[in-house]
Every structure is written in C-alpha cells, then in structure tokens.
C-alpha cells in the first residue's frame, strides 16, 4: 500500500521535464523556461462524462460569476453574478439552486446608457459584494448600472426551509461597491459592519478603503493622497488575528497600484498589502474619520537569475488564505502576473504570515522630499507604535483611536509606508510559467496528507477555462520544480477563471467565469487506472494503491496530527 518514495516515482516524463528545467536555466533564465504538460488533462466533455463533475449557469448568456461566498456551516455557496443572486447547495451544485433577480432600476438603466457607458458590460447591477450579516440575512450590494445598491437577503435559518429572497428597501451602495463592475470591490462584514475597498466616486478617480454599515462614524483612507493609495486595484480582505488579544486583530487588504516616478513618467505596478485596524473610528484633531492605524507594505514575488538579474510578478491576481493552528503559521498564496512588453507569465509565491508581521513590525519608509531616496527612517518613533490597535495586548490604557496622542497620527499621516517589502518563503516563487499559451488567474490549496507525507496541493485557475491541480516538489535550485497532476477543462468556453473555493470539508472544488458556476471533485483516483504502477506513479497526494484499485487515500490513527502540516513550505 502507498507510493513509492523519492525521485523515482516521477517516471519517464518527469525526468525529462526537469532536464528540460535546468536546461534552460543555465542558458536563458526564467523566461526561457519550457511550457510543462499535465500528466492528465480532462476536457470538458471527459468531465460532463465523469460522476465528479457538476455545471450550472442561469442561461447561455455571459453573465459575470465572480463571486463566491463559502458557507460550510449551512452547507450553502452563495453566487453574485449580472442582475442575479444564487444560493446553491455544495454537495451538488445542480440540485435546487435558489435564485434571485436583482436587476438595476430601469431608470439608472436609462441614465447609464445616456452617459455613454457598456449596456452590456456596464449597465446592469453586477453583484460585487455578498457578505453573512446575521443568522438569516446576507447584505449584498451591486453596480446598479453605475450606481451601487445594497439589499438584505433572507437565505432563512437552515437551508431546508429554502427561503432565499430580497427582504429591505435598496439603500446606496457608496463607499460600499465600485460603481463601474470592471473594477474590483473588495469586502468583508464583521460584527455587521462593512470594510470596502472600492473606487467611491462615478468617474472612477476617488480610491477608498471604506468603513460603512455602521452605527459608529463611517471612516475612511485619506483621500487623493497618493501616499496611502495610488489608483489601487483591490484583490481581496481578510481579518487575520495577531496574538491571543482579539482586539489586536487586523484587516488586510491586497491590491496592486499604479506608482509615477520622481519624473512622473513611467508607471511602475507594484503589489501591496495594507492593513487596518477594525475599531479605529479616526484621530480626534487630525485624521478625523480617517484610518489613523492604516499602514501598508509591498509585497515581492521574484526569481533572481544566476546572473544576478531579477525578474518580477508584479501583478496580484488572486489571493488564498490557508489557515493555521498558529496565526502566525497561516499562509498567504498569491496568483501574479507579469505584463512587461518583452516578458508574459505568472507565478505563485507563498508568504509566512510571521514574515509579513516582521515587515510590519520592522523601519518605517521616509524620504525627506519628493526628490530623495526612500529610507528607513531613523528618527523617534513616537508610543503607541503606530498602527498599533487601541485596547489591545500593548494599549491596554488606550480604549479608542481618539485618545492616541497626536504625534501618533501625524507619524501616520505621513509613514504609511514600510521600508521592508514582504519576500515569500525561501524566496522564490513555487511555481513559475513563462511561454505557455496561457496565464494564471486564481488559487486555492488543499492540504492533503498522503502516505509519504503531507502535501500542499494547488488549484491553480488559467485564463483558458481550465484548472490545473499542481503539487510543488522541493528543491534547492533558484526555482522549485512542480508537476502538473491533472489539467481539467471545466468550462466548455473557455473563459478565463474569476474565483475558485475549495471545501476540504466535501473534498469539492468550484470555479467561476462568465458564463457558469463548476463543481468537480478534487480526486479521481479511479481514472489513474486500475494498476498498481499507472497509481503509484501518478504521484497524486490524494491516491494510493489499496491492493485492489486507486482509491482516496486516508490516513489512518493518528497520523494526521502527528506529523503536522507544512508540506513543502517546511523544506525551503
Ligand atoms: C447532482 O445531481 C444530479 C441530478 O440529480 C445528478 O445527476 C448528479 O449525479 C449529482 N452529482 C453529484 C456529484 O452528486
Ligand atoms: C437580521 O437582519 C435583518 C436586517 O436588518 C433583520 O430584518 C432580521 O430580523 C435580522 N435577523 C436576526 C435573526 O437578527
Ligand atoms: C541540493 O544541495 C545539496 C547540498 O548542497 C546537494 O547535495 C544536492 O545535490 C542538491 N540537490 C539539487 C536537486 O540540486
């Protein structure tokens, strides 16, 4: 029973893929690299065929899925699309989807039109936010034909009542959801209220992190003060606790930004992660209803050459939180891109949360005018720490943002930025694709525990409608080699990939696009063949040889807590 051990396992095409590797590594660098094949691709109509596939879309029309909200409690996945709300059950996501149509009014319809906007890709109400409010309701807001809505739902107590309908008058979406639906909103509810990172304004220009849905005051980031953003593109928030004092915890926004050099010339995207406090409700005689514990930090994911060279994913696409028994041992997967005019590709980078708290932790960036370089500034740091939360393990004597002294603030103010940026762990990326005839769009990641061990497995999303399932084996060259377990078509149109959930809990894995909703299973052992050696050399972390067929492996006794999880992220 199990796999084989070691490199030998890899087999034939294995081998020569990473002779292939460092091949061209020694001779044209990361951009040089070949285009690797899945050991098993799957296309839409091999899935369709399968028992561990499932689709679901309300027509034949693009409609924009992009939003998945997971609620493994209630067994519920609830989707925003184009003028529609659906709530699907994860065990399948076919049977007895409830939906509702939410479309925008006619007369913003009307208005959008006249100002000269997309009927079709801008004026409809895109949902762009789908938050758990309380026990029955959900809060959602939409573009509303460029101008944001918000509703509450009643999805009911318990699914098998099946009520899922609009339950309030609409109320405005500003500062909740960017009004034009190609640009991202990015939100999270806690203790029903909610943090939007979104564009505030109809033209587009007026950047936010936004604190609304409050009965305290609304707050905000500083606004046109490119310091604390600059035509940000927001990816994704969470809230990530720091240390044992719930009042410590913060939320983190990823997003990518536009920065103009000293010239003002070319326009550099760098990605970045800032972070806030969720009770700050402002500074008292500066920053009043501004974020006074917002700081923010670059985060890098590059190769660096043999030849001393690095090349650089700048972009952020998609973001994955893998969750640990330790918040300081939680991992934070990044999709990036790389858009130069001589260089395409994509990349995933991994960071130890105890990294990004170091970085936050660590100098502060100054210069001393627009013309200097950024250094770490050397001067007096004044106490509280800036971005320190009130009430908190080290603020115990501070209970709002409104008692921190000024000198606080104004540090803020004006150092939002940390000199560090946040390296991923070993630094380099787990997995690297230049020249392949497509990009990646999205990730989530599964640990599995096999019988040689534990793995992280990928489900990385492509620009082509398909997602491919990658393990990520060690190795102590400037990049690690992965393997392309399976490749699975699960669009038949080949759309890029908006978001992907994974429930570990039903071993299910969804995929949105523009044109459906997809669910297939994380394993098809069978599919490897019936023989010991067609398993055992596919080398995939759920499968093992049970004497009889390729079946999901489960370890037994316990194991599974023993060895603990890290996968290869404890070998870099
Ligand atoms: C989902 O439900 C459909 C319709 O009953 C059924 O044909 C299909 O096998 C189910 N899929 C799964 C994965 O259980
Ligand atoms: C949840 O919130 C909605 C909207 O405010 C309200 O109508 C409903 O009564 C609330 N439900 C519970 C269980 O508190
Ligand atoms: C990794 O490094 C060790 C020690 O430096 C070396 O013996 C081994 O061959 C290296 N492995 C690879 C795959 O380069």
């Not at 396992?9 to 001779?27: D, E, K, R």
């Not at 959801?177 to 007026?206: H, K, R, W």
Request: charged share 20%; glycine share 8%.
């Amino acid at each position: 029973m199990g796999r084989p051990e070691g490199s030998a396992a890899g087999g034939a095409p294995l081998l020569l893929a990473s002779a292939l590797l460092s091949l061209s590594l020694f001779s044209t660098g990361v951009r040089g690299l070949p285009q690797p094949l899945p050991r098993v691709f799957l296309s839409f109509e091999d899935l369709q065929a399968s028992e561990s596939f499932e689709h679901f879309s309300i027509s034949e029309k693009a409609m924009d899925y992009r939003i998945l909200q997971m609620d493994e409690d209630q067994d519920r996945m609830y989707v925003g699309c184009k003028d529609h709300v659906l709530s699907m059950d994860i065990n399948n996501i076919t049977l007895g989807a409830l939906k509702v149509f939410w479309p925008a009014s006619p007369s913003k319809i009307e208005e959008c039109q006249l100002a000269g906007k997309d009927p079709t890709h801008g004026c409809g109400n895109f949902i762009r936010v789908v938050q758990p409010y309380n026990r029955t309701h959900l809060f959602m807001c939409g573009s509303g034909a460029y101008s944001p809505v918000c509703v509450y739902v009643n999805r009911g107590r318990r699914p098998e009542e099946q009520v899922f309908h609009l339950d309030s008058r609409t109320e405005s979406g500003k500062g909740r959801c960017s009004f034009n639906p190609q640009v991202n909103t990015a939100s999270v509810m806690i203790n029903q209220e909610l943090f939007s990172g979104m564009y505030i304004d109809f033209m587009g220009t007026d950047a936010a992190i936004f604190r609304s849905l409050t009965k305290r005051n609304a707050v905000r980031t500083d606004q046109h003060n490119s310091k604390w953003l600059s035509e940000p593109i927001f990816i994704d928030a969470h809230l990530i606790p720091d240390g044992t004092d719930p009042n410590d915890a913060k939320l983190y926004f990823f997003f990518r930004e536009r920065l103009t050099d000293n010239s003002g010339n070319t326009k550099n995207i760098h990605t970045m992660v800032a972070r806030v406090c969720p009770s700050d409700i402002g500074g008292q005689r500066s920053l009043v209803n501004k974020w006074t514990t917002f700081l923010k930090a670059r985060m890098v994911c590059s190769v660096l050459e043999d030849d001393g060279t690095e090349t650089h994913f700048d972009e952020l696409e998609n973001v994955f939180l893998l969750e640990a028994d330790q918040p300081k041992a939680l991992l934070v997967f990044g999709v990036f891109t790389s858009t130069s005019s001589v260089f395409k590709g994509s990349a995933v980078c991994v960071y130890n949360m105890a990294d990004i708290l170091t970085v936050f932790n660590g100098p502060f960036a100054h210069r001393e005018g627009p013309n200097f370089q950024w250094a770490a500034f050397q001067g007096r740091i004044p106490y509280p720490r800036p971005g320190t939360c009130p009430g908190g393990a080290f603020t115990p004597d501070i209970h709002t943002t409104k008692e921190f002294p000024d000198d606080v603030v104004t540090f803020v103010r004006n150092h939002p930025v940390m000199f560090n940026p946040i390296y991923p762990a070993g630094r380099r990326p787990l997995v690297v694709r230049t020249n392949a005839d497509y990009k990646y769009t999205s990730v989530a990641v599964d640990q599995v525990a096999a019988a040689d061990g534990n793995y992280q497995v990928l489900f990385l999303g492509t620009d082509k409608g398909t997602v491919q399932k990658v393990i990520v084996l060690p190795s102590n060259r400037s990049l690690h080699q992965d393997l392309i377990l399976e490749e699975l078509e699960v669009f038949k149109d080949q759309a890029p990939v908006t978001n992907l959930r994974i429930s570990s809990k039903k071993q299910q894995l969804y995929v949105s696009s523009e044109f459906g909703v997809s669910q297939v299973s994380l394993h098809r052992c069978d599919a490897y063949g019936s023989a010991c050696a067609d398993c055992c050399l596919a080398r995939d972390p759920y499968c093992a040889w049970d004497g009889l067929s390729c079946s999901r492996f489960y370890p037994t006794g316990k194991r599974y807590g023993e060895t603990g999880f890290g996968g290869v992220i404890q070998h870099l």
